[in-house]
């Protein structure tokens, strides 16, 4: 599929140059022809990639900003790169509400509020929710996290086999939450996944995150950061108790 977008902020080759490097640089696009005169991008994909992030990438190369042909130049959702970072953000928040709002309701049943049940349950519902995404295209979730994780880069077979490590950690923490074994392995697990997001935040690469696999095609941030080292928080804090 092939869509043209409008940029603004191009005043040389040069920046011609930067914003055609940065829409290439995101999984799913196989081709970007960036021109001054007019200025617009044409871009094909191998799979939809959501304009906020196309935006994201251009906004992140310099000051350039992109929006669908229709907009008026310089529209909110394309020129301030928090508030495209947000919206692109939307899925992930909504799925963190849902899944604190699962662990707080468990916790209504007559026993009151025990922090480490609550622990348990929010990572067997983080766990089972972020693997069901994955596992709808493995193949696809691999490709985009060999492109961030440092292992997966060395090992194509990780990425195809991560699903399944997040699903069975999300049955551990329902079966044995303070196992030290199921803890320990959400803290290399989570931690190993951490330093490629760690390296990739700190490059302002555009890449996308593999969080929610294929479905949803989201910018990969300081959010996806926060979302790691929660886990391996979460992870230590079990595994502290665990061992007592």
Not at 12 to 41: W, Y
Not at 174 to 179: F, I, K, R
Request: aromatic share 10%.
């Amino acid at each position: 599929m092939t869509h043209t977008y409008s940029i603004q902020g191009l005043t040389c080759g040069n920046c011609v140059a930067k914003v055609k490097s940065a829409l290439q640089s995101i999984p799913g696009i196989t081709h970007a022809e960036v021109t001054k005169d007019p200025p617009m991008a044409t871009i094909t994909m191998s799979a939809h990639v959501n304009t906020a992030v196309l935006a994201n990438a251009v906004a992140n190369a310099g000051n350039f900003s992109l929006s669908e042909n229709g907009h008026s130049p310089g529209a909110a959702i394309v020129s301030d790169p928090q508030q495209v970072e947000a919206i692109s953000l939307k899925p992930i928040y909504l799925l963190f509400a849902y899944i604190t709002g699962a662990a707080t309701l468990l916790q209504l049943d007559g026993s009151g509020l025990d922090p480490m049940r609550w622990m348990g349950n929010f990572m067997a519902a983080f766990f089972f929710t972020f693997s069901f995404f994955k596992l709808l295209d493995v193949r696809g979730f691999a490709e985009g996290y060999a492109t961030y994780d440092v292992v997966a880069k060395q090992i194509s077979v990780y990425g195809l086999v991560y699903p399944f490590i997040e699903l069975a950690l999300g049955i551990a923490y329902v079966v044995a939450p303070l196992s030290p074994i199921t803890n320990a392995s959400t803290l290399v697990v989570m931690g190993i996944s951490s330093i490629g997001v760690v390296q990739s935040v700190l490059r302002n690469s555009p890449f996308q995150c593999a969080c929610l696999g294929t479905i949803f095609k989201l910018p990969l941030s300081k959010v996806t950061l926060v979302e790691d080292l929660l886990m391996v928080a979460m992870g230590a804090v079990m595994l502290i108790i665990s061992l007592r």
